[in-house]
């Protein structure tokens, strides 16, 4: 079975920090791939999306980056935290159009 | 208008009550329907899909009205457990999918 492991599961940094955060998935080939940010009360706002090794989309200009060096690893970057980078981060994996998402346990991160 | 839009709530219902939500979706080109369950500070966790002939899970039913477009999900014998915040999602071909903001359910005894 398709499990996707996401880490870490919390994270307190500063203003300015870097931010790496890792996704990977098993059971699986060549998964579309997707961050997702939740705020507060808030509902989820797709970051990045790749459909295969090296292809990144990005839904919404910012200062993260997403890289996949893997077939089934998705990473989420910045160089230089904001405030406003405070969230529920998720890491999800799909099949296709008519299949929905699987989400990773997600990491909290306070920017701080 | 938002492309996807449910009632945030919150429904407060005493158990064994029947509570229905609506998620209504403004791009007519939407192919794929779900409904998600999200418990406080996790994940969203697929609930069910949602089909046009509509389909039922247990005490889960959820419909799909491409004419109003507009999704419902309905829960019967609501359970303590089912508290939490449901998502409507609608996904648009490609990779474009949207969810809604949820809507949160309080089941109390």
């Known amino acids: 079975s398709q499990t996707i492991h996401q880490w870490p599961a919390t994270l307190v940094q500063p203003v300015g920090s870097p931010l790496s955060l890792e996704c990977t998935v098993e059971?699986?080939?060549?998964?579309?791939l997707y961050w997702y940010r939740q705020a507060a009360g808030r509902g989820l706002q797709l970051l990045f999306y790749s459909v295969g090794i090296g292809q990144i989309s990005s839904e919404v200009p910012q200062n993260l980056s997403a890289s996949r060096p893997q077939d089934r690893q998705f990473i989420l970057s910045s160089k230089k935290l904001l405030l406003s980078d405070s969230g529920f981060y998720l890491c999800?994996?799909?099949?296709?159009?008519?299949?929905?998402?699987?989400f990773g346990s997600g990491t909290r991160l306070t920017v701080v | 208008r938002k492309e996807v839009e449910q009632d945030p709530g919150p429904f407060n219902v005493p158990e064994g009550a029947t509570v229905a939500f609506n998620c209504t979706y403004s791009?007519?080109?939407?192919?794929?329907f779900f409904w998600y369950r999200q418990d406080c500070r996790k994940e969203p966790k697929l609930l069910m899909s949602?089909?046009?002939s509509g389909n039922e899970d247990g005490r889960f039913t959820a419909q799909l009205n491409r004419a109003s477009q507009y999704i419902s999900l309905l829960i019967r014998d609501s359970k303590l457990s089912d508290s939490a915040t449901y998502l409507c999602v609608v996904k648009t071909g490609g990779f474009k999918t949207i969810f809604g903001a949820g809507t949160r359910l309080f089941v109390k005894a």
């Open positions: 791009n007519s080109a939407s192919q794929s």
């Open positions: 999800a994996w799909s099949d296709g159009v008519r299949y929905g998402y699987t």
């Open positions: 059971g699986t080939s060549n998964p579309n």
């Open positions: 949602v089909y046009s």
